[in-house]
């Protein structure tokens, strides 16, 4: 009986399908991207956007013989740079554990577009790419670039981590208006706690006016969602039984942000951090186009049925802005999730 799978036939599926696998993780990041309302920017070398703060204040009641010639700064400038930094994966896996297994299709056969069955080859590599990309999304918040530590969380440096880097290099404070101090949002105790909703209509409240004229997008994980829908509950517990979204809307109302979007998703973890900005602030760095190969199968070992997969891109992410115009967040922080993979 001929082996399910073997080398030479996943080498020509690696390089017949090299642009379908390369583009696995831009579908699977896009999905996450079109939630979160993140930019996916293709950079080679490095992207850097400077955002320019004006000054205001300069206006002064003139008369004659006062002093003129004080010195004063007009502009500083905000610097935010994107530079992928090089991941890759590698497995080593003996190919004849596929020998007893129940084949989809023979050995190097071709898509078949009336019955929809690819090849054996070409499923292996697609589901090697896809927990690829998906260790990628869900380190997007969360990981922080080690290179001594090889794990998805210490591949390259994700959105949390910038932020707290800027917290402490003071960009983001008490004092510049973009740090706001919430504490934890907890469950309502009684039919009397209403804290996690005023909790929440405080901190919204304290986004600054001209971010409130337009569209602003709150990242939050559930826990702050959920205490908050309890405590809303509590508050009109005589007349309704609230939904999430008719919290919402009241919130909306409330806090008089009629274009507030909240934003959740499992990537965001767990936590009571909060994170309130102008669309288009999140940008995640991609470059894979280095390599024509983008998955290779190797065969570097004394035996011939262990396989080497190895695929590498480069990942980075940045906050463009975190002017109080464009950005605000709380004190707290959220621990990751990872529900990449099925074992």
Request: proline fraction near 5%; include cysteine.
């Amino acid at each position: 009986m001929p082996k399910a799978v073997n080398i030479d036939g996943l080498s020509r599926a690696a390089i017949t399908y090299n642009n379908v696998l390369r583009e696995l993780p831009y579908f699977k990041l896009n999905e996450i991207a079109k939630n979160l309302r993140l930019n996916i920017i293709s950079v080679q070398g490095e992207d850097v956007l400077i955002s320019k703060r004006r000054k205001a204040g300069v206006l002064r009641p003139y008369s004659p013989g006062l002093t003129l010639g004080n010195e004063q700064e007009l502009m500083k400038f905000f610097e935010a740079k994107l530079k992928p930094e090089l991941t890759y994966a590698e497995i080593n896996e003996n190919i004849t554990s596929y020998k007893e297994k129940k084949v989809i299709s023979n050995q190097g056969e071709m898509l078949d577009n009336k019955s929809k069955k690819h090849p054996l080859e070409l499923i292996i590599l697609r589901d090697l790419v896809i927990s690829y990309a998906e260790d990628v999304a869900f380190q997007l918040f969360f990981a922080e670039r080690d290179e001594a530590i090889l794990s998805p969380s210490t591949a390259f440096t994700g959105f949390n981590p910038r932020l707290d880097i800027l917290v402490a290099a003071g960009e983001i404070s008490a004092a510049k208006g973009n740090l706001k101090t919430t504490g934890t949002f907890d469950v309502p105790v009684d039919e009397t706690d209403t804290d996690a909703y005023l909790k929440l209509v405080d901190f919204l409240s304290s986004a600054h006016p001209l971010m409130r004229k337009g569209e602003c997008l709150l990242y939050a994980a559930d826990k702050p969602l959920k205490a908050a829908l309890k405590a809303y509950t509590n508050i009109v517990r005589y007349h309704q039984n609230p939904t999430m979204e008719d919290m919402l809307n009241k919130l909306r109302s409330d806090v008089e942000l009629p274009n507030l979007q909240v934003l959740r998703d499992p990537i965001l973890g767990t936590g009571d951090r909060l994170s309130l900005m102008v669309p288009g602030n999140l940008d995640l760095g991609v470059n894979n186009e280095g390599d024509a190969g983008f998955v290779q199968v190797r065969n570097p070992y004394k035996d011939p049925n262990i396989v080497q997969y190895w695929i590498q891109a480069a990942y980075d992410t940045r906050v463009n802005d975190v002017h109080p115009k464009f950005f605000m967040m709380n004190e707290q922080v959220n621990t990751g999730v990872n529900l990449a993979g099925d074992y």
